[in-house]
T-cell receptor, first 113, second 109 residues
């Protein structure tokens, strides 16, 4: 158990819908990263937050947004879903932004039908 | 941007064999991690190794930061070692962790 909790584990939804994925970082960790892994693909960086503030953006679509709350949990919102958004979405946390080990949650498997 | 390349992309071995997986990166990095993604999709931390050598049981890793590469050694492979092995590097200036494309390891009984 990495200590990073992601909910839900599985999500099936229809095209055009909106979903929210939740991530609770390890106790004490201030940084949260979000990644997307499509079928048989590598992990694509989406966005990073540190202590409530956005620090970096990767290949995140405009239909996607995220935030980190004062209690440090984070949510990734995906809207106007398309079939191609079906993927495994991972959250990772680390204590800081420099030279600290990152730990990944078990992921949320999103299926858009 | 920085490139992270892993080799080989695929590796099929018999149980009991040894293997070496390589990760090359194109620029200076602040840290490097190795992960194992099991068949259920879970990413498991193997090593946090910005430099030097570490060992954990049958696995060991070496990072030579000045030459921009890292190696993961797996000895006496078991079927449970199957899965995809990723290296990931942290670029502080970019505030992101970049993953290589992975090595898919299949261990045959």
């Amino acid at each position: 158990d990495s200590g990073v909790t992601q909910t839900p584990k599985h999500l099936i939804t229809a095209t055009g819908q909106r979903v929210t994925l939740r991530c609770s970082p390890r106790s004490g960790d201030l940084s949260v990263y979000w990644y997307q892994q499509s079928l048989d693909q590598g992990l694509q960086f989406l966005i990073q937050y540190y202590n409530g503030e956005e620090r970096a953006k990767g290949n995140i679509l405009e239909r996607f947004s995220a935030q980190q709350f004062p209690d440090l949990h984070s949510e990734l919102n995906l809207s106007s879903l398309e079939l191609g958004d079906s993927a495994l979405y991972f959250c990772a946390s680390s204590f800081g932004t420099e030279n600290t080990e990152a730990f990944f949650g078990q992921g949320t498997r999103l299926t858009v039908v | 941007g920085i490139q992270v390349e892993q080799s080989p992309p695929d590796l099929i071995l018999q149980e009991g064999a040894n293997s070496t997986l390589r990760c090359n990166f194109s620029d200076s990095v602040n840290n490097l991690q190795w992960f194992h993604q099991n068949p259920w999709g879970q990413l498991i931390n193997l090593f946090y190794i910005p430099s030097g050598t570490k060992q954990n049981g049958r696995l060991s890793a070496t990072t030579v930061a000045t030459e921009r590469y890292s190696l993961l050694y797996i000895s006496s492979s078991q079927t449970t070692d199957s899965g995809v092995y990723f290296c990931a590097v942290l670029i502080i200036s970019a505030s992101k962790i970049i993953f290589g494309s992975g090595t898919r390891l299949s261990i045959r009984p």
